[in-house]
């Protein structure tokens, strides 16, 4: 700085000559020059400041301040502008059980018996969150071993997304609906509570591709391979052990949903599935895989949590495949019994963390679809507590704001993108019907 000054003092004072004057002025230019390459230079290290720290997988104006000192008041800090979007919430489960579905009667903005209602979910800093729409696995002996014999499921799954969609249209200062990645970053900035919807099995399909197209232009935009029942597409993993395998992975028909899809934009969802379904859709699905609601297994060893083989598959290194593992909270994949607590839950998602990477980990609480529930995470109003944990253990706000958010809006936003790609292609869509059916009709001569 003083070099640069200093010629200017001297010209000031002692510039009154003819050569004097003209290599004074010359060195002015100079250092106009310098000033204009330095200022230019200056900038191209701002803009490159910018862009690494507003990368576009974060979300939310986080920059460039720092959070305080103290964890919990900078959790909440973080989660003003990163708030919380939640993988996986039964709210309608609870409307069905409880009210028969009757919306009016829902007192969703006084306390509700769970652990959801608007109070606590502004409480916690919900940004969005899928409702599930999920209705149990139909009783395999009315159902049939090969899956063919009617059931209510469809019409279930029906009712359920009327309801949900029956609150969201209730608060609409409180929630919005929406089906698409840019839709949730608009709620969000709006204020408002993204609303999205998610189908909690391929029974809920009633076994039939067209039915996974008319849910998606109802607004579904996840179904999950299964539920805890084996189904026509795929295997599951049962619930705390292990079952029998039947297709051993995805059936044939199972590959095909994968396919129909990715062609759509319906994210696939691995929570409950076999870890063969899982490895399977893995590989052949074109676009990046969600675990809705899913723990980690070496660090709880039960069947409903991931274990690291199929970690192992996950990422954007070569063979890999880009996806996102949101934690479940529920005590009995977290923790053995009476022993879940928040920094448990903390570990399953550090393990993922380091398996797969901190941009592959979010947040799956399964809230109102549990009975019992972590100690710090009893209901929505406590992510914060989660938060505050991970700030203790070395996280930084942009690791935060993927975890809380971004990394969901990164892998929705990449599946959005496939089946544009495949559609703009001109793809064909999936008509095969499963092959065990023998209800159509055929004509007769
Ligand atoms: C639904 O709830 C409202 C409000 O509590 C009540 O007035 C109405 O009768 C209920 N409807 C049914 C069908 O139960
Ligand atoms: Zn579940």
Redesign the pocket.
Known sequence: MSEETEPLIQDRDHGHGGAEQEAAQCQTRAIRIRAIVWSFLALIFILSVIIVLVGPDNYGDIGPGTLPRDPDAAARKLLHMAPVIDGHIDLPMVVRYG??N????IPLDDKMPMHVDILRLRDGKVGGFFWSVYVPCADSSAEGKEFVNPTWSVRDTLEQIDVAKGLITKYPETFQFTVTSTDVKESIAQGKIASLLGVEGAHQLGNSISVLRQYYDLGVRYVTLTHTCHNAFADSCGYLETIPPLHYGLSPFGFKLIEEMNRIGMLVDLSHTSDMTAAHAIMHSKAPVIWSHSSARAVHDVARNVPDEVLGMIGTGKGQKDGIIMVNFSPSFVAPDGEADVKKVADHVEHIANVVGKKHVGIGSDFDGVLDTPKGLEDVSKYPNLIAELLRRGWDKYELAGFTGGNFLRVFAAAEDVARKLQAAGTSPVYDVYEKRDDFPEWEY
């Open positions: 009210w028969r009757n919306v009016s009667a």
